[in-house]
């Protein structure tokens, strides 16, 4: 058993679980990408584990067991707009709500408390395998929609530093102004 004791103990009592995790709070630019995992129960394996944790290569081989093994993978995507409207916090947390609420599974969440039956964990992805995932599929997800963007918007490099709020980033920003996907209610000073 690698990182599992906590679903273990919900498995035990046969209650399925859903880990919930977000990639992309902290960005000025992209969405916050927010997903679910459902996995087997008693399910583990040792490449499942915080995403920040991983090379690249090893986390898009583990999206592919995630994607081969899991009962369930739900995906949703805050918009720039939500994000600008609600606040980052809010529109992340409605959509773990939403996610938690269309599995009908008991949500283990990493450090967000939510409106719906749940646990949240501080460093939950360390500490769950089933929220470890969530946190994989989330980081593939959203590192591939920025290096669509940044095919998009090229000249803000994008494939660089995934919209977070980089040097390079920031110079790209004042030099080019903000594109569409970038989210105006972050402070930037010109």
Known sequence: MTLSRIDFEYWNQEIDVIGIDEVGRGPM??????????????FDH?????????SQKQRE?????????????????????????????????EAMEWIANTSHCFA????????????????????SISIAAASIVAKVVRDDLMMAYHHTYPMYGFDRHKGYGTALHKAMMKQHG?????????????
């Open 29 to 42: 630019a992209g969405p916050c990408i927010v997903v679910g995992v459902v996995l087997p129960r008693y």
């Open 46 to 54: 040792p490449l499942i584990r915080d995403s920040k944790s991983l």
């Open 61 to 93: 081989e583990a999206y592919k067991i995630i994607n081969t093994y899991a009962k369930q993978i739900i995906i949703k995507s805050v918009s720039v707009a939500l994000i600008d409207e609600y606040n980052i916090y809010r529109a992340t947390q």
């Open 108 to 127: 283990l969440t990493d450090a967000m408390p939510i409106c719906v039956p749940h646990e949240s964990f501080i460093k939950g992805d360390s500490r």
């Open 178 to 190: 903000l594109s569409p996907i970038h989210r105006k209610s972050f402070t930037f000073k010109k």
